[in-house]
């Protein structure tokens, strides 16, 4: 089945920790995206990615970093430098830039 | 810049009622605009869109139309069933270089009650 997978489902960070979500999809999409959503708000664009190797900040990016070294796969690493992690974190593909955006299952961050 | 305010809920129904989710934005060019729902514990899924204005969406039993004049893109459905009990986001994506950028709305909480 062609999809979007994100894991883990549930993930728990310790302060001053680096922890990193995964993303991976299966429909030969060019561009990625992150997205956090906070309880009663929309979503909000952490960072996207256009093509292989290229990526670009969104309106929260401070506190975050991200690579993309493979098409399918868009890893976000939330750094300690994020005061306020606990949200949930969703990825999304699109054929390109242009064109619908199609949402993974989430990953639901928490702070121990 | 662009936004999306859509009715505050939660919205309470009972099966069979007729539903009405209200959207407006606010943008410049010609954006798609677009209803995401979310299941409790999911992700988004892509309910349905409209490219250019008088299009309109449909998908499930569920429709809109993007209205120009007024800058709208109302949620409807006939008649809800139980299931689709979830959070109704409306989105547009902006137009011309920045037509990547979805905009959502805070979302409506619709319960669906039997």
């Known amino acids: 089945d062609g999809g979007i997978t994100q894991s883990p489902k549930y993930l728990f960070r310790k302060e001053g920790q680096n922890v990193t979500l995964s993303c991976e999809q299966n429909?030969?999409?060019?561009?990625m995206y992150w997205y956090r959503q906070d309880p009663g708000q929309g979503l909000r664009l952490i960072y996207y990615s256009q093509i292989v190797n290229d990526f670009q900040k969104g309106d929260i990016a401070e506190g975050y970093s991200v690579s993309r070294e493979k098409k399918e796969s868009f890893p976000l690493t939330v750094t300690s430098a994020q005061k306020n992690p606990t949200a949930f974190y969703l990825c999304?593909?699109?054929?390109?830039?242009?064109?619908?955006?199609?949402f993974g299952p989430g990953t639901r961050l928490l702070v121990l | 810049g662009n936004s999306v305010t859509q009715m505050e809920g939660p919205v309470t129904l009972s099966e069979e009622a007729f539903l009405t989710i209200n959207c407006t934005y606010t943008a410049t060019g010609y954006p798609s605009l677009f209803w995401y729902v979310q299941y409790p514990g999911e992700g988004l899924q892509l309910l349905l869109k409209a490219t250019k204005a008088d299009d309109k969406g449909s998908n499930k039993g569920f429709e809109a139309t993007y209205r120009k004049e007024t800058t709208s893109f109302h949620l409807e459905k006939g008649s809800v069933q139980v299931s689709d009990s979830a959070v109704y986001f409306c989105a547009l994506s902006g137009s011309g270089g920045s037509n990547y950028k979805l905009t959502f709305g805070k979302g409506t909480l619709l319960t669906v009650n039997p």
């Open positions: 999304a593909s699109s054929s390109d830039i242009q064109e619908t955006q199609y």
């Open positions: 429909l030969n999409h060019d561009a």
